[in-house]
C-alpha cells in the first residue's frame, strides 16, 4: 500500500481544514489508484462517504461533509474507475462494494462507520452485510434495497431529467435531486453553488463508460430479488426528502421496516437530494445518530 498526498500537508482536525481546501490524496489498492479526501478530528470511529451515480469527490456538498467533519473523522473517496481514481468501474453493485471494502482496508481501518447516499447506498447494505465486523453504524440516504420500487426507472428518469437540464440551461441535478417548489428550486441553486466553492484541485469528471457502467448495476439492483435485511444489524439511520423521484421515497420507509435497528428521518418539502436540500437538519441527526 502506498499514499500519496497531491496537495498541501495534511493536518487532521486542523483549524484551517475545510471541505474547499483539504488536499486530495492517493491509496494503491491492490496495484490500482483510488483518490480521496480525509479531514477532520482523529480517534474515534471515522465516517466514510459512498457518493451516487455520476459524481466525484466533487459532489459532496461542503456543508454536509464539513458539519460532520467537525465532529468526526470523515473521509470521502472516487470507487474504482470515478473520478481520478484509475481502473474500469464495474458493472454490479456487489463488485462497487468490494472495491469499497479494499479501499477501507487499504487504508489500515478496522471500524467504520458508512454513509451512502443513492448508489452508495446500495453498496452500503452490501457492505454491511458480507462485513459486518467492519461496520458499526450506517447512514442510507435517498436510497432503497434491491428490487425496490421504481430503482429499475433510474435510467430513463436521469436521461430525461438530464435532458430537460441541457435544454433550459441548468444543472441536471437542480431536477433530479429537488423538488420543484419555490422553496426547492432556491434550495437546488444554492447546493449547485456550494459545489463550486472549492476552487483547488478539483476532481476529474466521471466519463461516459463509469456512467453507463453505474446505470447498468443501478438497473441491476433495481431488477434483483430482494434481500433478506434482517441479516444487517447495525444500528442504521434511513432519510429522504418526501418526494424523491429517482429512488422513491416509499424505498426509505421500506428499509426502516426491514432494517432490524433502523430510525427513519423523512424531510419535508425535499427531493432524492434531501440532504442537501436539507442539509442543516440532516447534520444535526447523524451527529445525534453517531453519538447515541
Known sequence: MTHTDTGRGFTPGGADVSWATVPTQTVTVGGTPFVYREYGPTGGVP????????ANLDNWDPRVVDGIAAFHHVITFDNRGVGASAGRTPTSIEAMADDAIAFIEALGLMKVHLLGFSLGGFLVQVIAERRPELVARIVLAGTGPAGGTGIDRVTRITIADSITALLTGKDPKQNLFFTRTDNGKAAG????ARLEERSTQRDKAVSLRTFRAQLRAIHTWGTSTPAD????TRPA??????????VPTSNSHDLARRLPDAVLHIYGDAGHGGIFQAHREFVSDVLLFLTS
Request: hydrophobic share 50%; aromatic share 8%.
Open 229 to 232: 435485511l434482517s441479516t444487517i
Open 189 to 192: 441553486r444554492e447546493f449547485i
Open 47 to 54: 465516517v466514510v462517504f459512498l457518493n451516487h451515480l455520476g
Open 237 to 246: 439511520l434511513v432519510v429522504n426528502g418526501d418526494d424523491d423521484r429517482m
